[in-house]
Structure formats: C-alpha cells, structure tokens
C-alpha cells in the first residue's frame, strides 16, 4: 500500500481489524498514535532534546490525552506502554503524536511551535512525513471493511 514497510502495512491491517467495529469512533489521535508505531512513523524525525526528554511535559500531555479518548483507546495503549519504560524512542514518539494532533485540531502553528519546541518547517515536515502514511492506513482500513463513512476514509 502506497511504497510502506511491510511492517508498518502489518501494524496497520492490526490496528484496523482491532479497531473496524468502533469504525465511526475511532479519534484521529488513535490513528496518529497508530502511525507513529510503525516503521515508517519511527523514521519520521522530530526533535527531542535531553531536557525536553528528562524535564518535558510530554508524558503528563500523553496521559491527559489518553482520558479524554475511548476507553478502548486507553486500555489498549496503557498495555502497550506498559511493556516500555517510557524511554527516549517513546517520549519522542509521544511529541510527535501530541503535535500532530494539535496540528490536525486546529492550534496556531505559533503555540504548536511554542509548546513542543519545534518550528513550523519540522511541523510541515511530520505532518507530510505522516499524512501519506494516514492515506496507507484508510487504504487498509477499507480492505479490512470499514464503511467508507468512516473518520479514516475521509483521510484517502
């Protein structure tokens, strides 16, 4: 689908079928949180200085964030992180997820660009480096037979 990594296509087929009966649900973090899990994601640089890491406020935001998300969301995801200590790779995956989605959500570039340290060019940047991978995943959520009304096949 679309020139990705044959793991990153396997983790979205999964993400799909865990997630087709809640197809209407589904929040765009989901799918970003998603995205960053796969191989091409991983690639996908964002910047995340040793301060930002030790002192940052992306692990409270993640957390913050995960309230407000189906409990399907949080459930899932908690057993997932729960298998890492939230290390450098999934703090900066943390950045880059929130960022998106604020992105995505509509924040001013001038607070995204504030708030994570970053500048608008990284931000254009990502959201690129993810967005073809978000059309992989509506691709693979529609063979895995979510309606086409979907929050994801609106990402095609």
Not at 26 to 36: H, M, R
Not at 49 to 75: C, H, N
Request: charge should be neutral; glycine fraction near 8%; charged fraction near 25%.
């Amino acid at each position: 689908a679309k020139g990705i990594l044959v793991e990153s296509a396997i983790r979205m087929a999964d993400f799909a079928k865990a997630n087709r009966d809640r197809a209407y649900t589904v929040a765009p973090f989901e799918a970003i949180w998603c995205l960053t899990r796969t191989d091409d994601g991983k690639d996908a640089y964002v910047n995340l200085s040793t301060a930002e890491y030790k002192e940052g406020p992306y692990k409270q935001l993640f957390a913050d964030r995960m309230k407000r998300l189906p409990p399907e969301f949080e459930k899932q995801y908690r057993e997932e992180l729960g298998q890492w200590a939230a290390g450098y790779e999934v703090v900066q995956r943390m950045k880059k997820a929130l960022m998106l989605a604020a992105w995505v959500e509509g924040t001013p570039t001038r607070e995204i660009e504030k708030g994570y340290h970053t500048y608008s060019g990284s931000l254009s940047s990502l959201g690129a480096e993810l967005g073809w991978l978000a059309e992989a995943l509506s691709g693979v959520a529609a063979a895995s037979g979510w309606p086409a009304a979907s929050s994801l096949m609106a990402l095609k």
